[in-house]
């Protein structure tokens, strides 16, 4: 049996790390993890989708959504799911070579 490293496959059928196709992966991914994040997050904590929901203004089916795709989610909406949440949120932002970061 053969065994293939994970990020070789990557290179091999998404793309390199650098190239348009492999960011847009990468991206979706980390985007998929944050609402994986909430959803274990609000279950930690014992609250239901519609509590959560109603901590931060929004229908249960807006919570549900949020934790299956995170895609259009914005920032000041991650913001108030976290901090209904009492979860600390730090964002990195990488801009020509440097490192910003905001807590």
Known sequence: ???????????????????????????????DILGEMIKQTRKERSLTQEQLGELIGVKKSEISKLERNARNMTISTVLKIFQALKAKVNFKIELENRDWSLA
């Open 1 to 31: 049996m053969k065994f293939h490293d994970f990020d070789k496959l990557k290179d091999k059928y998404i793309g390199k790390i650098g190239t348009e196709k492999r960011d847009q992966y990468e991206f979706e991914l980390k985007l």
